[in-house]
C-alpha cells in the first residue's frame, strides 16, 4: 500500500502570512493527489485535486503543485478561516489512503 | 443539490456490529463510487474502502478486510457499511464519500459517530 507523509505536523502562523504544507509518497503517484481541509466537528471539504486542479468555490488564494511523490499546498494570504487541519491524500491505484494531517493554528 | 446523508449515532458492546447507512441524492447514484472514511477522536482520516453503486464491486483496506462488508440498495439510492466483531478502537466517526472524476472526494456525509463501549 501507498504511504502518505505531511510535514509539518502543525504550524503557527498569522493571518496574511504565506503558508506552505508538504506531502510525500513513498512511490510514484504521479498526479493522484488530493488535498482537503477539515474543520472540527465538520466533513472534510475537497480544496484541490489532481494536484494542481482547484475546486469549484474554493478561493484562489489555494493552490497545489508537484508529482511523482512530492507535492506542496500552499496558502498565499492566510485568512481567519483558513485555520484548520489539512490532508492530503493519493487516489493513485484502487487502495487510498490519506496523510497523517497538519494542524494550521493562529500564532 | 447533491447531498449524502448519513444514519444517526450508534452505541454499541464490544463484539458486536454496527451498519451505517448513506443516502445519495441530487445525482445518479450508480455513476459515482461510495467510499468510506473513519476518524476517530482527535487522530487523522482513515480510509477503509469502496463499493461500485452500479455494480456491487468493492475494494476494502487490508486493515478492514475481515470485518468490513459494504453493500447498496440502487432502488433507495442507499450504500452500507457494516463493521464487524467491534472494539474500543473503532470508536470514531464514519464518513461515507462520493468519488468524483478525476478521483477525488468531492462530496461528503455529515459523519456517524459509532460508539463501542461496554
Known amino acids: 500500500d501507498i504511504q502518505m507523509t505531511q510535514s509539518p505536523s502543525s504550524l503557527s502562523a498569522s493571518v496574511g502570512d504565506r503558508v506552505s504544507i508538504t506531502c510525500r509518497a513513498n512511490q510514484s503517484i504521479n498526479t493522484y493527489l488530493n488535498w482537503y481541509q477539515q474543520k472540527p466537528r465538520k466533513a472534510p471539504k475537497l480544496l484541490i485535486y489532481v494536484a494542481s486542479s482547484l475546486q469549484s468555490g474554493v478561493p484562489s488564494r489555494f493552490s497545489g503543485s508537484g508529482s511523482g511523490t512530492d507535492f506542496t499546498l500552499t496558502i498565499s494570504s492566510l485568512q481567519p478561516e483558513d485555520f484548520a487541519t489539512y490532508y492530503c491524500q493519493q487516489s493513485y491505484n484502487t487502495v487510498f489512503s490519506f496523510g497523517p494531517g497538519t494542524k494550521v493554528e493562529i500564532k | 443539490q447533491v447531498q449524502l446523508v448519513q444514519s444517526g449515532a450508534e452505541v454499541k458492546k464490544p463484539g458486536a456490529s454496527v451498519k451505517v447507512s448513506c443516502k445519495a441524492s441530487?445525482?445518479?447514484?450508480?455513476?459515482?463510487?461510495l467510499h468510506w472514511v473513519r476518524q476517530a477522536p482527535g487522530q487523522g482520516l482513515e480510509w477503509m474502502g469502496w463499493?461500485?453503486?452500479?455494480?456491487?464491486?468493492?475494494k476494502y483496506g487490508q486493515k478492514f478486510q475481515d470485518r468490513v462488508t459494504m453493500t447498496r440498495d440502487t432502488s433507495i439510492s442507499t450504500a452500507y457499511m457494516e463493521l464487524s466483531s467491534l472494539r474500543s478502537d473503532d470508536t470514531a466517526v464514519y464518513y461515507c464519500?462520493?468519488?468524483?472524476?478525476?478521483?477525488?472526494?468531492?462530496?461528503w456525509g455529515q459523519g456517524t459517530m459509532v460508539t463501542v463501549s461496554p
Open positions: 464519500a462520493r468519488l468524483s472524476n478525476p478521483y477525488a472526494f468531492d462530496i
Open positions: 441530487g445525482y445518479t447514484f450508480s455513476d459515482y463510487y
Open positions: 463499493i461500485s453503486p452500479n455494480i456491487g464491486g468493492t
